[in-house]
């Protein structure tokens, strides 16, 4: 009886330590969004990732999801560099000395109108972009994935119909081409961080914010604006889902670095469908419950947009060549519009929805990566 007894704690204690080995082996990633929890870009872009990382790695790999009092947008690059952060929002945007190949196209915000394709087009491009990789390289990061905005809309505290409604009127944007094009249509652009839009508005710093409907929900601008223009100002496409720090990432097999590109890119799909369509329609309830003025624009204005835009693909071209010295900026430029037009009839195709979406991306852009040596 006894002898029973030592074997069955012996057992016991075999299978505890299986146990404990199999939790030793589960590893927790730092993750940083970056921004509030009712933000897109939080729920459901790192949440769902956490739980999609998990399933892809049999429970290898999790999350730990850091506040934005630990790590914010703007100091992303500084929180990963130190191994603060192990996953995090990068923006590109944000750092134009350093990624100048990447945002050479993620500025092209006006050539967006639909933010499946545009995600898509971004992945595709910078996946496949050696002068993009170098860029990553330097800066010790691996890219993921691209999500994007909703088309973004002017958002103003008082009624813009026109293009001389425009004129003199302070705009906070977030990028270089909506401050060229604020500046064609005779406004004055400012630079102002989008978590501060709100403050900005309020006290009258600014007169409106080239935004997306989104923001109206993640950033409470319903108490703060007075009208909205349906101008669809294209995409703000300028991002890295989930880059990983290059340290974590040569830690990770093959099996879990292909795990987390392919987590992040649906991640990416469903963060799109919350932002550009759920998040749409219920900013558009919030405006109309609050009295928010709806304004279509005059077609003289929509017609300067449009006719900015092209124009002002040149002008991109030159000043990354002139400036930062990216070589072939034409040239690139046209290879990813090649893309956004393949993405879009892509997306027309196999629809609107997250999976579908990332189903194809995997298969036109990740199914060709060997991920034993992307990123290394």
């Known amino acids: 009886m006894m002898h029973r007894s030592f074997k069955t704690l012996a057992i016991a204690a075999a299978l505890g330590s299986l146990t404990l080995a199999g939790q030793a082996q589960a590893r927790d990633l730092r993750m940083a969004p970056g921004v509030p929890p009712a933000h897109p870009a939080h729920t459901p872009l790192?949440?769902?990732?956490?739980?999609?990382?998990?399933?892809?790695?049999?429970?290898?790999?999790?999350?730990?999801?850091?506040?934005?009092?630990?790590?914010?947008?703007?100091?992303m690059r500084n929180a990963m560099r130190s191994g603060l952060v192990e996953v995090g929002l990068f923006l590109p945007a944000y750092f134009p000395a350093d990624l100048p190949e990447i945002n050479l196209v993620g500025d092209?915000?006006?050539?967006?109108?639909?933010?499946?394709?545009?995600?898509?087009?971004?992945?595709?491009?910078?996946?496949?972009?050696?002068?993009?990789?170098?860029?990553?390289?330097?800066?010790?990061?691996?890219?993921?994935?691209?999500?994007?905005?909703?088309?973004?809309?002017l958002l103003s505290t008082q009624p813009v119909r026109t293009q001389e409604d425009l004129e003199?009127?302070?705009l906070?944007?977030?990028g270089p081409q909506y401050s060229r094009w604020a500046e064609a249509m005779s406004a004055?652009?400012?630079?102002?961080?989008?978590?501060?839009?709100?403050?900005?508005?309020?006290?009258?710093?600014?007169?409106?914010t080239v935004a997306s409907m989104g923001d109206i929900i993640s950033f409470r601008l319903e108490d703060a604006i007075d009208s909205i223009t349906k101008l669809d100002l294209g995409t703000f496409h300028s991002t890295i889902s989930h880059a990983v720090s290059e340290t974590t990432w040569q830690s990770l097999s093959p099996a879990d670095r292909e795990a987390i590109v392919r987590a992040s890119t649906e991640a990416s799909a469903r963060a799109i469908e919350r932002w550009a369509y759920e998040m749409t329609d219920e900013a558009m309830e919030?405006?109309?419950?609050?009295?928010?003025?709806?304004?279509?624009?005059d077609e003289a204005l929509v017609e300067a947009s449009r006719a900015f835009g092209e124009q002002d693909l040149?002008?991109?071209?030159?000043?990354?060549?002139?400036?930062?010295g990216?070589?072939?900026?034409?040239?690139?430029?046209?290879?990813?519009?090649?893309?956004?037009d393949k993405w879009n009839g892509i997306v027309e195709e196999v629809g609107e929805e997250p999976e579908a979406v990332a189903e194809a991306v995997n298969r036109e852009v990740w199914d060709k990566v060997d991920f034993s040596s992307y990123g290394i």
């Open 286 to 297: 919030i405006a109309r419950e609050h009295d928010i003025e709806i304004i279509e624009p």
């Open 326 to 340: 990216v070589e072939d900026a034409r040239a690139k430029l046209d290879r990813f519009i090649a893309l956004v």
């Open 46 to 75: 790192y949440t769902d990732f956490v739980d999609l990382l998990g399933e892809a790695t049999d429970g290898r790999l999790g999350g730990q999801l850091l506040g934005t009092e630990i790590a914010s947008i703007s100091n």
């Open 168 to 170: 003199g009127l302070r």
């Open 172 to 174: 906070r944007v977030g």
């Open 108 to 153: 092209m915000a006006l050539l967006g109108t639909n933010p499946y394709a545009m995600g898509a087009a971004m992945t595709e491009y910078i996946a496949t972009c050696e002068a993009c990789q170098a860029e990553l390289k330097a800066l010790g990061i691996v890219y993921t994935s691209t999500h994007s905005t909703d088309t973004y809309q």
């Open 188 to 208: 004055s652009p400012a630079s102002i961080p989008v978590g501060e839009q709100f403050e900005a508005l309020s006290q009258g710093v600014i007169d409106g």
């Open 314 to 324: 040149e002008y991109a071209a030159e000043q990354a060549q002139e400036r930062y």
